[in-house]
Structure formats: C-alpha cells, structure tokens
C-alpha cells in the first residue's frame, strides 16, 4: 500500500484474522475504504448500504457504508461532503478506484444490506436500495450481485483482489446493538446538519 493510501485511510481500523490470507480493514457508517493491494473489508449493515466495487484488471478495490441517499433538498451538511450519504459514497469510492488505475466500463459491482431492521411504516432501508440502483442505472453502471432487504442485518467481508464476498446475515432479536447504533448516528447527522461469489456462512 502507498504512502498515501496510508495517509488517506490512517483512520481506518485494521486487524489480522489467522482465518483469513490478508489484511482486514473494517468500516463504519460514513465510512470508504480503497486498496490496490489485496486486503479485505470487513462492515456490519443494517438499514445501510455497502457497494463493493473493484476493477479486476486493475487489481483496485474497495467498499464503502452509506447510511441516507443524500442531504435533504436545499439542505446544508455542515460536516462538509461527507461519505454518510449514498451520493457522496459512491463517487468517492469510485473515484478512488478510478485514481488508482480503475476504469469506470470494468468496474464490478456488488450491493449488500438496506435490511428492515426498524419496527414501524418507514423502510430506511428499501429506500436505500432504490436509491442505489437508480444511482447506477443514471451513471450507466450495473451490479452483478445484490443482497438488498429482508429482515436481517448483515456481516460482509469482501475480498478486494477477488471480489469474493463472505455474508453473514444474523438474527435480529440477538443483534439489537446494530440498531440501536444506526439510530445513534443517524441523530448524529440530523444534528450536524459477476459471477456468483457470495459465500453465507
């Protein structure tokens, strides 16, 4: 990894796991994280979304974690364009991708979460998922894989070199904490303004 892929992702947690061959960087909400060397991501979703993007020639990749489409109409995010909305996600990540030797027409693209984890009539999550899908349909990309809805959240592991995802969907009642985390920060922001790789394990 360079120097200033480094500098870009210091605030990205990092850890080894004897059970897997690299690196693994794990991921927040509002959070993206790009290699040209192979490394695995690693988030828990919820109501979010994650896009893992790669180009294989190339041999960049990378996953980001998005919690809301984009600001609200004539809305100001006072964090600045932050990576907490879909919009600003993807183009970070992709540009990422791109600046790194990527090219847009070979990008692979694999889309997981957007759960209804959250009791209630608004689905957080199925809007997420429209959202992502039209995202890629005005940009002329598509995704070779999608794990989107259901009921559950998700662990993903994604592997950057291969695109090979590991999923994990787990039992809601015994993982109240990953709500009770997306409802934390999503009052956080209101206050601050393809082939078949997937593995269930």
């Known amino acids: 990894m360079s120097r200033a892929e480094i500098d870009q992702f210091a605030h990205i947690r990092r850890m080894r796991d004897s059970r897997f061959p690299h690196e693994i960087a794990s991921i ?5 994280f790009v290699s040209g060397d192979p490394m695995i991501v690693y988030t828990v979703l919820g109501s979010c979304i994650s896009a893992c993007v790669r180009d294989p020639i190339a041999g960049v990749g990378g996953m980001n974690h998005f919690m809301l489409p984009k600001p609200k109409e004539g809305g100001c995010d006072s964090w600045g364009e932050s990576t907490r909305y879909g919009s600003y996600a993807m183009e970070s990540l992709i540009n990422g ?3 790194r030797g990527g090219i847009k027409n070979r990008l ?4 997981f979460g957007a759960g209804k984890i959250y009791d209630g009539n608004i689905d957080v999550g199925a809007r997420n998922a429209e959202w992502v899908l039209e995202y890629l349909r005005a940009e002329g990309l598509s995704a070779c894989k ?3 809805g259901d009921m559950y959240p998700r662990k993903v592991y994604y592997f950057t070199e291969s695109g090979r995802v590991l999923l994990k969907k787990l039992e ?3 993982n109240r904490t990953i709500e009770m985390r997306e409802q934390e920060y999503a009052a956080k922001i209101q206050t601050h303004g393809a082939e078949e790789e ?4």
């Open 146 to 148: 999608t794990d989107l």
């Open 198 to 201: 997937v593995t269930l394990f």
């Open 172 to 174: 809601r009642l015994k």
């Open 28 to 32: 927040l909400p509002g959070e993206f």
């Open 108 to 111: 692979e693209i694999k889309l």
């Open 97 to 99: 991708i791109l600046k």
